[in-house]
């Protein structure tokens, strides 16, 4: 029995429910955010009395754009890695490249390896402007 099909399935049916449930959770914060516009200021400050560390704050990391940069810096540099190597380490078609054991593991651990790197860059990066704040 091939798995192919199954997995091809599985993996269609977990993006839609994926995708479903994003939408649901962003209608409930939606809900949620247009209840606390209406509320009125006495009752929000009783609410932070009862819990002290209750306060709603939308705020949007000034780093997230550094992060998804590095990350498809990260990964083109891997990509180009992948590409430098099948050419000239393995000369040859493709499909032979692609069933040597090595080459394998180029193919998948290179984007994956300077995705980490590019990742950790970007956290050194944050790192660094918050302490100089």
């Not at 977990?14 to 955010?33: C, D, G, P, S, V």
């Not at 606390?36 to 306060?55: F, G, H, R, V």
Request: with cysteine; aromatic share 12%; net charge positive.
């Amino acid at each position: 029995m091939e798995l192919t099909p199954v997995l091809i399935v599985a993996t269609i049916f977990y993006f839609i429910y994926a995708l479903a449930a994003r939408i649901a959770t962003r209608k409930e914060r939606q809900n949620f955010f247009d209840i606390m516009a209406t509320m009125d200021p006495a009752t929000l400050q009783a609410y932070k009395e009862i819990n002290p560390q209750w306060e709603v704050m939308v705020k949007k990391s000034p780093y997230s754009a550094l992060r998804s940069a590095c990350l498809l810096l990260g990964l083109g540099l891997g990509l180009v890695v992948v590409w430098l190597g099948l050419s000239f380490w393995s000369p040859g078609t493709l499909r032979n490249a692609l069933y040597e054991g090595v080459n394998g593991f180029l193919i998948l651990g290179s984007p994956i390896l300077f995705a980490g790197l590019g990742l950790l860059v970007a956290y050194l990066i944050e790192r660094k402007q918050t302490q100089t704040e």
